[in-house]
């Protein structure tokens, strides 16, 4: 019983910038870390970034210094600042959360959940 809900996907120019964000909800107990994952046409699933409940990020080699992930970890949401957009970063971004679910009285071991994904096209 938990849900995660991507926004702030879009159509840009390169050089441009988009903002994503993904809040969790359900019967979470806590969150160990929440993400980013892209999926271009015909490529694998690849990390972007992700970011623990202490702060600690890491980051794909291609999106260094021009991407920045975030949290607010009051309202289990994650944040991706999409800086110097290019063609190349076309994808569906999916969110991810590593958690621990709370139900009927019992914490379970953590686990991964994802959102449905939205859509970065980068085009000119």
């Known amino acids: 019983q938990v849900q995660l809900v991507e926004s702030g996907g879009g159509l840009v120019q390169p050089g441009g910038s988009l903002r994503l964000s993904c809040a969790a909800s359900?019967?979470?107990?806590?969150?160990?870390?929440m993400g980013w994952y892209r999926q271009a046409p015909g490529k694998q699933r690849e990390l972007v970034a992700t970011?623990?409940?202490?702060?600690?990020?890491n980051y794909a080699d291609s999106v260094k210094g021009r991407f920045t992930v975030s949290r607010d970890n009051a309202k289990n949401t994650v944040y991706l600042q999409m800086n110097s957009l290019k063609p190349e970063d076309t994808a569906v971004y999916y969110c991810?959360?590593?958690?621990?679910?709370?139900?009927?009285?019992?914490?379970?071991?953590?686990?991964?959940?994802w959102g449905q994904g939205t859509q970065v096209t980068v085009s000119s």
């Open positions: 991810n959360a590593d958690l621990v679910l709370y139900s009927g009285g019992y914490n379970y071991p953590p686990d991964d959940y």
């Open positions: 359900g019967s979470i107990f806590s969150i160990n870390a």
């Open positions: 970011i623990t409940s202490g702060g600690s990020t």
